[in-house]
């Protein structure tokens, strides 16, 4: 059980917890979180070197691309899933391709600092923000 006292709580707590809950977390939150989130929001981050499959696991993807128009595929996420990737070590390219896209078809991570932000809708990922990146 998780020990508390001055109303602060030590340990873990499996639910539901329904409320407000004011002051820090640290640790993990597994599963959904409704609601408003006032404060830092740190992301988990995949580190991806080369070609291959953008995780929904972690909110930020940091590429490192090591040759030339890479292919990159990202899965359906829930609606409401955010998705960062950024290109961060320039090796070469790569093209990124949603198995369900909104508006777009791919996108191209050409320098590094080329950046996309995703929200995932019910009828596919759409882009939020692109910086340097070519959409297609």
């Known amino acids: 059980f998780p020990s508390h006292d001055n109303g602060d709580i030590t340990g873990n707590i499996t639910g539901n917890v329904t409320g407000n809950v004011t002051g820090n ?3 993990n939150v597994t599963g959904n979180v409704t609601g408003n989130i006032t404060g830092d929001v740190f992301a988990s981050v995949q580190s991806l070197s080369g070609a291959g499959a953008v995780n929904l696991t972690d909110m930020l993807t ?3 691309t090591t040759g030339a128009a890479q292919a990159l595929t990202l899965a359906n996420g829930t609606v409401g899933q955010l998705k960062i990737i950024t290109h961060t070590v320039d090796g070469g390219s790569a093209v990124l ?3 369900t896209a909104l508006g777009f078809t791919t996108m191209t991570f050409t320098n590094a600092g080329d950046t996309i932000t995703l ?6 990922w759409a882009i939020v923000g692109n910086r340097g990146g070519t959409v297609a």
């Open 25 to 27: 977390v640290t640790g």
């Open 62 to 64: 940091s590429l490192t």
């Open 97 to 99: 391709t949603p198995t």
């Open 119 to 124: 929200v995932y809708t019910s009828a596919g």
